[in-house]
């Protein structure tokens, strides 16, 4: 996490356009002493560092943390903030205010003595990987080394005294201008690390906050979910009658190429397994149905989905009969859009190694099963009911090969099931059909799933979205007395603290099963139910 000094500050600082904060950054140019306007080196930092940072503090509200480094004792020992670097000497943090990203480096020599040190701005892109800044340094973001990059140095000692330092210049003690830009850039990193977890009613009802969302989608511009979250509580978009023209329970939605992909389930006397695709045939986009070949025997329900490379594949799921599966589905998409899907059919895989639904797929550089029901059992006392046999395991198939191994077990009492959000180590896994309210994160290096703060409640079949240092989860359905129900809560989990789920409000586009979903960069809601389907596009059709 951060150092502690920029997570402890004055909780007046943390209100949005608060009277000191906005006295504050007032401050920065009203104290600039006017001796200092006849040194160069002050003045050019003034204007490339210092102005910059107070004309975006001023026109941008809610800044935002995209990535902090610890650097160690060698200075070449780098990695990303997390729990347990906060002791670290020195970190290096960018921080994001509108288009342009501030580069910040906090030290704590100790409980009274800090330093920060603001760097010129950098445009949005230029947010390095932790692999890119321990190849290239500084000289990859400015091109210079960095004792020759432009920089204000604040010193805090025993107080409120503040000392401030223009390059390798003067240090110029006890300064209002030095205390001003201070408090400024601490409560920006404060407010910065905590704003994706911190979604209440005032941020709700921020105009700017919706102004800027407005402004990211008519520009085709990703939006965060923290920010997007507030829009789509109010509603502010088109509702549209589209979506998978068959089924009526989504079960998953997918993206490929651009393109959304939704798993349905039909009910009835005869359930059974869809797929359909939205693509654009002539003129119109419209939803085309990936077939199974005739005769086939189709899932009825409870079937695993994920897409590799160009490749649909739906693992299991169960029969008519409630029999599990150990069957394995593949549709090969690039293929099929040659002729607009017309000739083409899911065609069997190698199968698995057992009966599993209701489980978890996830394809890294190896696809993993979480979870799932292994087969059916009658409950004790309920000769004609059936209860799910959970197995509480998970497998794995290896790069390029069709078998399927035990890859070990999964955190105590969790079903699996659910849904995932996938980063380059690992993956989370939500809770799914079991209800359980459980989650884990799945290591790909050390192949272990550890466990996460459940959630509060009997939860499962929501959706997972990451943003920063914050996962979040929507929708799904709860355990209320004798059934479970469509939830519209949304929470939220700091994983640099991990001190347990909050609630951040309330959303009924994602309720249920409806599912948050990116056509062709563009964020939509995709929802199917009994009652009808459509497509929530947030600020109106593009």
């Known amino acids: 996490m951060i150092h502690s000094f920029l997570q402890s500050g004055s909780a007046r600082f943390e209100q949005l356009a608060g009277p000191e904060l906005a006295i504050a950054v007032r401050e920065i140019d009203s104290k600039f002493q006017p001796d200092w306007k006849k040194n160069d080196v002050a003045e050019r930092t003034r204007a490339t560092v210092v102005e910059p940072f107070q004309r975006a503090m001023a026109a941008h509200g809610q800044p935002r943390l995209l990535r902090s480094f610890s650097i160690g004792e060698k200075k070449e020992d780098l990695e990303l903030v997390g729990p347990g670097h906060n002791k670290a000497e020195e970190q290096l943090h960018f921080l994001e205010l509108g288009e342009q990203v501030f580069v910040v480096a906090s030290y704590q020599r100790d409980h009274d003595r800090t330093e920060l040190r603001l760097y010129p701005p950098l445009p949005r892109r230029g947010v390095p990987t932790l692999e890119a800044l321990k190849e290239r340094g500084f000289q990859g973001l400015y091109g210079q080394d960095r004792g020759d990059v432009e920089v204000v140095r604040l010193f805090r000692e025993r107080g409120p005294r503040t000392d401030v330092q223009f390059g390798k210049g003067k240090r110029y003690e006890d300064q209002n201008f030095a205390w001003a830009l201070y408090e400024s850039l601490t409560s920006a990193l404060r407010r910065g690390d905590r704003s994706a977890a911190s979604l209440g009613p005032e941020l709700i009802k921020a105009q700017r906050i919706h102004e800027f ?10 939006v965060n979910f923290s920010l997007l979250l507030p829009y789509l509580a109010h509603a502010k978009g088109q509702l549209l009658p589209d979506g998978p023209p068959g089924g009526q329970v989504l079960l998953h939605a997918l993206e490929w190429n651009g393109k ?4 349905t389930q039909e009910l ?96 890294p550089d190896r696809v993993a099963l979480l979870g799932g029901v292994a087969g059916f059992y009658a409950g004790r006392g309920k000769a004609e009911a059936e209860a799910p046999a959970w197995q509480r395991r998970w497998s794995e198939q290896a790069k390029g090969q069709a078998g399927w191994r035990d ?20 993956a989370f896994v939500g809770p799914g059909a079991g209800l359980d309210g459980r989650l884990c994160y799945l290591d790909f290096k050390n192949r272990v799933a550890i466990e996460l703060p459940e959630l509060p409640g009997r939860l499962g079949l929501g959706q997972l979205h990451l943003d920063d240092s914050v996962l979040y989860y929507s929708g799904g359905y709860g355990l209320r007395g ?49 009652q009808g389907r459509f497509t929530f596009v947030p600020g109106g059709a593009p």
């Open 260 to 263: 959304t992909v939704a798993v």
């Open 268 to 363: 009835g006397p005869k359930p059974r397994i869809r797929a359909f695709l939205r693509d654009q045939i002539g003129e119109q986009p419209t939803w085309l149905e990936l077939r199974f070949p005739a005769q086939a025997e189709v899932p009825a329900r409870g079937v695993s989905a994920l897409i590799q490379g160009d490749r649909l594949r739906l693992f299991g799921g169960v029969d008519r009969a409630n029999n599990g599966l150990a069957t394995e589905w593949t549709f090969a998409l690039e293929q099929g859009a040659r002729n607009a899907y017309l000739d083409s059919t899911f065609q069997p895989g190698p199968g698995l190694d057992g009966p599993r639904a209701f489980a978890t797929a996830i394809a």
């Open 482 to 530: 004798d059934g479970a129900s469509a939830e519209k809560i949304v929470y939220g989990l700091d994983l640099n603290q991990l001190d347990g789920w909050k609630k951040i409000g309330d959303c009924q586009l994602l309720a249920g099963s409806n599912r948050l979903v990116h056509r062709g960069g563009r964020p939509m809601i995709l929802g199917l139910s009994p």
């Open 407 to 426: 890859a070990g077990a999964l955190p105590d009492r969790m079903s699996g099931g659910g849904s995932t959000f996938a980063t380059a180590d690992g």
């Open 213 to 222: 969302v407005d402004a990211r989608l008519r520009e085709g511009r990703p």
